[in-house]
């Protein structure tokens, strides 16, 4: 049946959405999918980032599997990853929340507070490095013998050190997404409990923290997952010591592979890496029940 002259056909309101969808398929494909191929099989090769690359089979994996260090390089990482989350949420939480009223030195505040992120890791690992040493760091310049200690020669000091630099910086991130978490709660949940009587603490664990449910399940995901890629911090405050304190797998794997040109068990500990990345943000998920925007705005 054709059209009625004068009227134009109505197009499928979904038809464009495909092509709007390509550069970035295309450009996900060629630096994620590509490249995590190619690391896969550069696990099954010999190679030493120079000459050929020679086809060996389970070699490396036998080999990194097998390897006591990387029991111990998978413990510190999950215990980076567990210690600095447990650090970086309460604080991240709290200070989202305080970020979210209405005053304006709280903007001004946040805005202050948000320097950090903007600086690189190597940066911020090479001031504090500086700033802690025993002979010409901050407490040898202000002579206060209590921060003239060997923060980074110990394995207990060495390791908090690198949760409190970590914390320092990607706390003011994780704040900036639970503010706009916070902002999004509807304002007539905390004026039916002012009416009840219920006091800020009370509203704030009884509505803040429940409306925040899925805000903590993202925040938790990019914060777990972005600590398996600890690198360029670690490296610069400790190279992994004390001894193998702070040895996580993403140095571990940067030592196999450009300080001891072995690519092939280099490939493996990052194969392994994404499949922990993979498996811990599925596990999140999983505990977030279904999704927030399958069913309904957060805090609506």
């Given at each position: 049946?054709?059209?009625?002259?004068?009227?134009?056909?109505?197009?499928?309101?979904?038809?464009?959405?495909?092509?709007?969808?390509?550069?970035?398929?295309?450009?996900?494909?060629?630096?994620?999918?590509?490249?995590?191929?190619?690391?896969?099989?550069?696990?099954?090769?010999?190679?030493?980032?120079?000459?050929?690359?020679?086809?060996?089979?389970?070699?490396?994996?036998?080999?990194?599997?097998?390897?006591?260090?990387?029991?111990?390089?998978?413990?510190?990482?999950?215990?980076?990853?567990?210690?600095?989350?447990?650090?970086?949420?309460?604080?991240?939480?709290?200070?989202?929340?305080?970020?979210?009223?209405?005053?304006?030195?709280?903007?001004?505040?946040?805005?202050?507070?948000?320097?950090?992120?903007?600086?690189?890791?190597?940066?911020?690992?090479?001031?504090?490095?500086?700033?802690?040493?025993?002979?010409?760091?901050?407490?040898?310049?202000?002579?206060?013998?209590?921060?003239?200690?060997?923060?980074?020669?110990?394995?207990?000091?060495?390791?908090?050190?690198?949760?409190?630099?970590?914390?320092?910086?990607?706390?003011?991130?994780?704040?900036?997404?639970?503010?706009?978490?916070?902002?999004?709660?509807?304002?007539?949940?905390?004026?039916?409990?002012?009416?009840?009587?219920?006091?800020?603490?009370?509203?704030?664990?009884?509505?803040?923290?429940?409306?925040?449910?899925?805000?903590?399940?993202?925040?938790?995901?990019?914060?777990?997952?972005?600590?398996?890629?600890?690198?360029?911090?670690?490296?610069?405050?400790?190279?992994?010591?004390?001894?193998?304190?702070?040895?996580?797998?993403?140095?571990?794997?940067y030592k196999q592979g450009f300080q001891a040109?072995?690519?092939?068990?280099?490939?493996?500990?990052?194969?392994?890496?994404?499949?922990?990345?993979?498996?811990?943000?599925?596990?999140?998920?999983?505990?977030?029940?279904?999704?927030?925007?399958?069913?309904?705005?957060?805090?609506?």
């Open positions: 049946m054709s059209a009625l002259p004068g009227t134009t056909r109505r197009r499928r309101p979904h038809s464009a959405l495909p092509w709007l969808a390509t550069p970035a398929l295309v450009l996900f494909v060629g630096f994620a999918v590509v490249p995590l191929v190619g690391v896969f099989a550069l696990s099954f090769t010999t190679w030493d980032g120079i000459g050929t690359i020679r086809a060996t089979g389970l070699t490396s994996w036998r080999k990194v599997l097998t390897d006591p260090g990387l029991t111990h390089a998978l413990w510190v990482t999950f215990l980076v990853m567990a210690v600095s989350w447990a650090v970086q949420t309460p604080l991240s939480i709290l200070l989202g929340t305080f970020l979210a009223g209405r005053q304006r030195y709280r903007a001004v505040l946040g805005v202050v507070y948000f320097i950090p992120l903007m600086l690189s890791s190597a940066a911020i690992a090479l001031a504090y490095k500086a700033l802690l040493d025993p002979n010409f760091g901050l407490g040898a310049g202000l002579d206060i013998q209590a921060l003239s200690r060997d923060w980074l020669g110990r394995p207990g000091l060495a390791f908090g050190v690198v949760i409190f630099v970590v914390s320092w910086q990607f706390i003011p991130f994780h704040s900036l997404i639970y503010q706009g978490g916070v902002q999004q709660i509807p304002k007539s949940l905390y004026e039916a409990a002012q009416l009840d009587g219920a006091g800020r603490v009370r509203q704030f664990f009884s509505i803040t923290l429940p409306q925040l449910k899925y805000t903590i399940i993202t925040s938790s995901t990019l914060m777990v997952v972005g600590s398996l890629t600890f690198f360029d911090l670690i490296f610069i405050l400790t190279e992994g010591g004390p001894g193998d304190a702070t040895r996580v797998l993403a140095l571990d794997m040109s072995l690519m092939g068990p280099a490939s493996v500990i990052a194969v392994i890496l994404v499949l922990v990345g993979l498996g811990l943000a599925l596990l999140l998920r999983r505990l977030g029940g279904r999704d927030a925007g399958a069913s309904q705005l957060e805090g609506a």
